[in-house]
């Protein structure tokens, strides 16, 4: 009887430890929380934070225009300064185009380069203008305009009162556009020997102003001009950091606008238009508050300023 009860006993404590053991696997499982879309969502944007932009090299930032310069003798890069991030102030789209060899400005051959030394030194540093600190695009672009002889220069901008009409992403295309094309006209550049390129997902539509909606007649004669005038206008994602032309015009916008702010600052002090550039900084946003926003400054359009 004892032996029986304590095989009893032993089949009893087996059942529950095995129970207790089932239960605590689904009690286990039923508090992990299922991995959904918008948890995988925040771990990406997450991991995005913390990626660095890649600064490339000189060399890097030469290859694409010394392929296409086999082809093309005029090789335009364009960028913008003032978009997405601004709520007030313009957008400033930039066009430089380099019209020597590299190796007249860089060290880059045996031949050495047929500009002073700290010119040479200065244009080495040329890159993505976010990479650079403020001092490095001040020069950089005080440089670029000191030598005309070596880079042809556009700037184009569209105000705040513009952006509201025709939205951010329309404004910025005009402003690409009236850079290119002023750049090519003010530089005789013969159409067939130029190609641009653009930072960014699109491409501004060139000599949009040519194109004739009168007699079928009209329209003909009015192709036939435009033809004449197209050449390669491409899009690229961070030719700012890829393309030294890009690179040059990053710089000059970023330079140019900050002028164009610092102007607006003397006229409105209250926003520290010196400090945020137009940005939504913390308090550019309490001094809308406190103050309202400012009729062809502030984009009347954007989230942040509605109503204000």
Known sequence: MMVRLTCLSIAMILTTTTSSAAFHIRTSCQRSPPTTLAAKSKAGLKSKVHTKKKQHSLQDLLTLETNLRSRYEYIIGCDDAGGAACIAGPVVCASCCVLQPFSTFLPISEESPSVPTEVVDILSNVNDSKMLSREQCHTIYNTIISHPELFAVSVAHRSALQ????????????????????????????????????????SPKLYASDRKHGSESEQIESQKQLEQKLFPVRPKVNADAEVYACALASIIAAVSREQIMAELHNQYPAYDFDKNFGRASREHIEALHKNGAVENVHRLSFKQVKGR
């Not at 992403?169 to 020997?193: G, M």
């Open 163 to 202: 952006i509201d009409e025709v939205n951010l992403l329309r404004a910025t295309q005009l402003a690409f556009a009236e850079s290119i094309e002023t750049l090519v006209r003010k530089n005789d550049l013969p159409y067939d020997k130029v190609y641009a390129i653009v930072d960014g997902k699109i």
